[in-house]
């Protein structure tokens, strides 16, 4: 038996009844409106309600989640597949319960991966479906390959956009760009816009509704809304210390409404829970193309 016959012999063990972790897919069209932030927050307040939840930094070269906590890890995800480093060496003990793990420039040498390894990286990633109910990954801004790729292998996508116009157009490009991917099918993502550093409740609904329109109008995506987080001096001061503002300002605007969409995102899991695929078939995804024989 070949390694791609292994890969797909492994896959179809997937579907076999086992625990599967929720994916959720942070991203936008631009950089700078807040993405990694949310995620790190959004994280803390999901912990906050009983689950086991692990943040992946796939913003290559920013390193932008340990930035924020103020953590700097020993390994990431390349000494996993290049250096013989195991799971539990790789996830980085977080603020609250979570836990993270930064990409280095491990996924960006994908495309240079045997198939022997890439059967090893899928098994340690059933292994990470294993140990947490939700992961985040944190993608890149901008519509490079490695953002499309890994929003079009996922099921469960934020798409976080400000009210500034280049904001707003960016993510009608990465949405129209995403569309336009003749390799993948977008039945089953569902995108759920998040309208970041908002005056007012209107003015969120107002963006989502101007990129809605014309998202119905022109492209074949599903796009809902979460919701509006607010203008809040907290998360820059949080940032400039190094900690979440969930933590460091709990009673915040920002985080009262950030604890919401965490309460909304696990109400929504009943209904979600035939999208759960796991961590292990979002790479599977990923990587579909260098397993066909």
Partial sequence: MDQAEKLRKMVKEQSAPRRMARVITVTSG????????????????????????????ADFGLANVEVMLGIRPQYNLADLMFRGKSLNDIITEGPENIGFISGGSGIQELTNLSKDQI?????????????????????????????LEFV????????????????????????????RKTDVSLQDTVIKMVANRIDNHEDGKELYDKLSLVVNKFLNLKLEYLGALPQDSSVSKAVMR????????????????????????????????????????????????????
């Fill in 152 to 179: 079009a292998a996922s099921t469960e996508v934020l798409l976080i956009a400000t009210p500034e116009p280049t904001s707003i157009t960016d993510a009608y490009a990465l949405l129209k760009t995403l569309n």
């Fill in 30 to 57: 631009k950089g700078g409106v807040g993405k990694s932030s949310i995620s790190v927050n959004l994280a803390i307040a999901l912990s906050r309600l009983g689950n086991r939840v692990i943040v992946l930094d």
């Fill in 242 to 293: 190094q900690k979440p503002a969930i933590a460091l300002y709990p009673n915040s605007q920002f985080s009262l409404t950030l604890t919401s969409f965490a309460d909304i995102l696990c109400e929504n899991e009943t209904s979600n829970m035939h999208q759960k695929k796991g961590i292990a078939q979002l790479f599977t995804n990923l990587l579909r193309s260098r397993i066909k024989k």
């Fill in 119 to 147: 059967v090893y990286l899928i098994q340690k990633l059933v292994e990470l479906d294993e140990r947490a109910d939700i992961i985040i990954i944190d993608t890149g801004a901008g519509i490079a390959d490695s953002v």
